[in-house]
């Protein structure tokens, strides 16, 4: 879990210095595919459950699972997660992180620094003998906080041999929280934040999710294992993310 958690980060850390204005996500999608497998791992993505490319981009409203595109050009003001997941000797590593094609309106800032500050205090409360409720409670009180919502319909989720498995970890106050966590657990934290109503709506082609009011959407995950004292993130990365984290605010 450690090693693909750490290609998954890397691949991300290697996308972000591309996204700028005029690239398009399609080409985003194959500089991914490229780094995965050269690096002897496999996307994940790719024919799950149908979806047609080896990474997710989420433009602007677009919530989550944005399928790269030929036809879409990234623009000055654009915000966007590019979500990675690899399967490395069988094991899965999930990440994601929003980019600004900067410069940004104080509104994109907004939405995605909470969102960033969202994943933070999510991991910041796992601990063995905790409940999977915390992390929803801590996360839905940040945003809402914030003058943000968060999305109900998508949540984390246990991850190891499989890219989805139990338990869900939402990112809100929910029934069914009340779950222990213990020492080794693998899952996400993946908290999708809106500057409008957290309802999201599916695409005809039946994978973009987009907010229903048209207001922008930022995400950032990790996944995370619970240790004797606490956490570690699988997908922490050893140096800054470039045209994210360097350009925060
Ligand atoms: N990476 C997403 C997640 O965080 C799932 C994408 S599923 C796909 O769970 F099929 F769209 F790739
Ligand atoms: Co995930
Ligand atoms: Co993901």
């Known amino acids: 879990m450690r090693n693909a958690g750490h290609l998954a980060a890397e691949t991300l850390m290697y996308s972000g210095p591309l996204v700028r204005e005029g690239v398009t996500t399609e080409d985003l999608n194959e500089v991914v595919h ?12 790719l024919d799950y459950m149908g979806f047609p490319k080896s990474v997710c981009t989420s433009v602007n409203d677009v919530v989550c699972h944005g399928i790269p595109s030929k036809k879409q050009r990234l623009k000055r003001g654009d915000i966007i997660n590019v979500d990675v997941t690899v399967i490395l000797d069988g094991w899965h590593g999930d990440t994601s992180a929003t980019f600004y094609v900067g410069p940004s309106s104080q509104k994109a800032r907004h939405v995605v620094e909470v969102a960033r500050q969202c994943l933070e205090r999510g991991i910041a409360v796992v601990r063995p003998g905790g409940r999977i409720g915390d992390i929803g409670a801590a996360i839905q ?9 968060v999305v109900r319909q998508y949540v984390g989720h246990g991850i190891g041999r499989s890219f989805h498995e139990g338990p869900q970890v939402p ?15 693998t899952f996400t934290i993946e908290p999708m934040i809106n500057l409008g109503t957290w309802r999201a709506r599916v695409l005809d082609d039946g994978w973009t999710a987009v907010t229903v009011d048209g207001k922008l959407s930022a995400q950032f995950e990790h996944t995370i294992a619970v240790t004797a004292d606490g956490c570690e993130v699988l997908t922490a990365r050893p140096a800054v993310l470039v045209n994210s984290e360097d350009t925060a605010g």
């Not at 009180?141 to 919502?149: M, P, Y």
């Not at 990112?171 to 080794?184: K, P, Q």
């Open 171 to 185: 990112h809100f106050r929910s029934s069914g929280d009340n779950l222990r966590l213990r020492e080794g657990m």
């Open 34 to 45: 490229e780094y995965i497998v050269s690096h002897g791992g496999v996307p994940a993505p």
């Open 141 to 149: 009180d940040h945003a809402e906080g914030q003058d943000c919502s």
